[in-house]
């Protein structure tokens, strides 16, 4: 989920850059801090969001999360109550 402000990503760019990551060496959640931290330097959003739904291997889920609110808006704000209260 994001809340862009001037700039968005065009879906098929998107879906290319994630592809890239199919076989990217790092942790999950380091993958998910890569993909936002990316994101808000492309266009930096007023609020943004990215949950990694990964497939279990060995048995065990992960699905690390990650968000961001331009420092001193309300979104920053929305940002630390979400991430307080996030479950999935």
């Not at 994630?18 to 930096?44: K, T, Y």
Request: aromatic share 12%; with cysteine; proline share 6%.
């Amino acid at each position: 989920m994001y809340i862009p402000d001037k700039m968005m990503v065009e879906s098929k760019s998107l879906k290319l850059y994630l592809f890239s990551f199919r076989n990217h060496g790092d942790f999950h959640e380091d993958c998910v801090n890569i993909i936002m931290n990316d994101l808000i330097r492309l266009m930096d959003p007023r609020y943004i969001e990215v949950i990694g739904l990964f497939v279990p291997r060995g048995g065990i889920s992960i699905h690390p999360y990650a968000n961001y609110g331009r420092p001193g808006t309300r979104y920053e704000e929305l940002a630390e109550h979400r991430l307080r209260n996030y479950l999935l």
